[in-house]
């Protein structure tokens, strides 16, 4: 089946620090890619959509600035965290679809942030 | 905007004990239905989806789902669980229109199966 790996699993970094989280689509190409955040005991909250070599489509109340998100290829789209504070604390996990809307998409196992 | 909600927060069986997990959804218009499993320690993984046809949709592991658009409801059941069904659950919704296919999930359902 497909897979989607993310990396790192988990980071610790100081508050002002920034921190790339990757997401890869290791047997199939994604032509979009999702980011979600989760917080505790809560469900997965889209964050933004990205197509690949296209800007990504935040959602709602996310700062694009803060959230910089990339999909410079078919297999590889990276959310960078930038300027972290604790409140950016969070569980992060990014999913893959290879083609259309309704087709299934594949959810890589997440990545633990937290910011000291 | 849509929304999805799920009745139970936390289930807790014995093996052998049916389960039902309910899952409603707040759009008017065309959906695409999803229940994710998530077990310990692991991501997020597809049980079952539906798109259209027959109602009664069957997924892996024995698990089922019943779309009735009369009650916006998209409930999962399996008549026997197991101690290894202990996850939590994610049902989760498309709404028709939606381009890029836009998930939106329930809040998620624990089960907890004792042996």
């Known amino acids: 089946g497909a897979v989607v790996s993310q990396h790192p699993s988990r980071v610790i970094c100081k508050s002002g620090t920034s921190v790339k989280i990757e997401c890869r689509s290791l047997?199939?190409?994604?032509?979009?890619m999702f980011w979600y955040r989760q917080f505790p005991k809560q469900s997965l909250m889209l964050m933004a959509t990205?197509?690949?070599?296209?800007?990504?489509?935040?959602e709602q109340g996310v700062e694009k600035d803060k959230f910089l998100i990339n999909h410079a290829s078919l297999t590889l789209s990276t959310l960078t965290v930038t300027s972290a504070h604790p409140e950016d604390s969070s569980f992060y996990i990014c999913s893959a679809r290879a083609g259309r809307a309704k087709e299934t998409q594949y959810f890589g196992p997440g990545t633990r942030l937290l910011v000291l | 905007a849509q929304s999805v909600s799920q009745h139970n927060h936390h289930v807790i069986l014995s093996e052998a004990a049916s389960l039902e997990l309910g899952c409603n959804y707040s759009y008017g218009g065309t959906v695409n239905l999803f229940w994710y499993v998530q077990y310990p320690g692991q991501h997020l993984q597809l049980l079952l989806k539906y798109f259209s046809g027959d109602p009664l949709v069957k997924g892996i592991k024995g698990f089922e789902a019943e779309f009735i658009k009369s009650k916006f409801s998209f409930n999962l059941r399996k008549p026997s669980v197991q101690w290894s069904d202990t996850a939590e659950y994610f049902c989760a919704v498309i709404a028709g229109g939606t381009s890029y296919g836009k998930l939106t999930f329930g809040q998620g359902t624990i089960l907890t199966v004792h042996p």
């Open positions: 990205s197509n690949e070599g296209s800007k990504a489509t935040y």
């Open positions: 047997d199939f190409q994604a032509t979009t």
